[in-house]
């Protein structure tokens, strides 16, 4: 099993929708959690973080954590062309040690 | 703040040659990571440094890899000699801990390898 899982995609959503991004882990000792977002071509870049169960918010995105599921997600509100991406979730099992899925291809069709 | 630089940006080498990949991190962070990307693979974390000590090099997949960090502001990774399947993405990243343990990585641009 692998630590960290995503389904690659693609995802395809309608401009405007809510798209939802899934991750599961196996690790029940990880302490922090992140998603990123890769552009064709670039690095990686950091779009939210959560340490606790529960959502957390910032701006039309919104992270969900559940920790007995062992499961995280990513809301993203009223997708955007420009919010088509890789989204990478990301896992600390501790000491900084971070664990990256393979990542979910989003495409936002205008 | 300059952010995670790495250099060359592009490589290409033939097949048995050596191989050497830098990255300098933002300055006052004191985790240093490197990680491979292949779109088979995704993000492997290959090994990671504590104030340029290696804290876990589990992910290095051979021999043929190594990395080292003799200063704070400065990591090489070797590979040598390279083969084709060494043909990668690879990104350096640093933390910083003083904004918490659970602090986020910070990407450098990334070296693209290409060994024919």
């Known amino acids: 099993q692998k630590e960290v899982e995503q389904n690659s995609g693609p995802l395809s959503v309608p401009e405007g929708a809510i798209a939802s991004l899934n991750c599961t882990y196996s690790?029940?000792?990880?302490?922090?959690f992140f998603w990123y977002r890769q552009y064709s071509g670039k690095s990686p870049e950091l779009i939210m973080s959560?340490?606790?169960?529960g959502d957390k918010e910032d701006g039309r995105f919104t992270a969900q954590l559940n920790k007995a599921s062992q499961y995280v997600s990513l809301l993203i509100r009223d997708s955007q062309p420009s919010d088509s991406a890789t989204y990478l979730c990301?896992?600390?099992?501790?000491?900084?040690?971070?664990?990256f899925g393979t990542g979910t291809k989003l495409q936002v069709i205008p | 703040d300059a952010g995670v630089i790495q250099s060359p940006r592009h490589e290409v080498t033939e097949m048995g040659q050596e191989v050497t990949l830098r990255c300098k991190p933002i300055?006052?962070?004191?985790?240093l990571f490197w990680y491979r990307q292949t779109m088979m693979r995704g993000l492997e974390l290959l090994i990671y440094?504590?104030?340029?000590?290696?804290?876990?090099d589990s992910g290095m997949p051979e021999d043929r890899f190594s990395a080292k960090m003799p200063n704070a502001s400065f990591s090489t990774l070797k590979i040598q000699p390279s083969e084709p399947r060494d043909s990668a993405v690879y990104f350096c990243?640093?933390?910083?801990?003083?904004?918490?343990?659970?602090?986020?990585?910070?990407f450098g641009n990334g070296t693209r390898l290409t060994v024919t």
């Open positions: 990243a640093s933390s910083n801990t003083g904004q918490g343990l659970n602090s986020p990585l910070h």
């Open positions: 690790d029940r000792v990880s302490q922090s």
């Open positions: 959560i340490y606790s169960n």
């Open positions: 990301a896992v600390n099992t501790g000491y900084q040690k971070v664990t």
């Open positions: 300055s006052g962070h004191d985790y």
């Open positions: 440094f504590n104030n340029n000590v290696p804290i876990d």
